[in-house]
């Protein structure tokens, strides 16, 4: 009898295990295109993804690069003060898309143009991406919008 529970235990476990392991196999397997990494202009010069990677892109939206195409076709360029990769997208941009100002776009490289399937822009006047900031530090050119508001 004692025999008999413990062989019990011992599936119950077992299966547990591998219910376990086929659930994570399951949610790997669904978020294997839903993680896009972010990355810099300067970290993409230095180490350029393959064509079929799928990142995120941040920066400045650079000045006098904005050129609008035929329909929906919009050409700029990012740059994080260190490096600037050019973009095209295809799409309606964000109200706040602006020269000068932070955003963040999702796509891949190919041949050297950033091709955009998302662009997103700042929601709000001091508001700006994280990874943007923290690349735009690491060039030194980021200035906080509330020290320079603090000198006025």
């Given amino acids: 009898m004692s025999g008999l529970k ?4 011992i599936q119950i476990v077992a299966l547990a295990a591998v219910a376990l392991l086929i659930s994570t196999g399951l949610i790997g397997y669904a978020m294997r295109d839903g993680i ?10 230095a180490e350029p993804p393959g064509p ?3 990142f995120r892109i941040g920066g400045l939206v650079e000045e006098g690069s904005i050129v609008r ?8 360029s990012v740059t994080d003060g260190g490096a600037s990769i050019p973009v095209v997208y295809t799409g309606v941009l964000p109200d706040l898309f602006s020269e ?3 955003m963040v776009g999702t796509g891949r490289l190919i041949d050297g143009v950033f091709e955009a399937s998302e662009i997103l822009a700042k929601h709000d006047e001091t508001y ?3 990874e943007v900031i923290d690349a735009l530090k690491e060039q030194g050119i980021y200035k906080d919008p509330k020290a320079e508001g603090a000198d006025s």
Avoid: D, H, L
């Fill in 128 to 130: 700006m991406p994280a």
């Fill in 69 to 76: 195409g035929q329909g929906e076709t919009v050409r700029f």
């Fill in 36 to 45: 896009n990494f972010f990355r810099a202009p300067s970290q993409i010069i």
């Fill in 52 to 54: 079929n990677e799928v």
């Fill in 6 to 9: 413990k062989k019990r235990r």
């Fill in 100 to 102: 000068n100002e932070g």
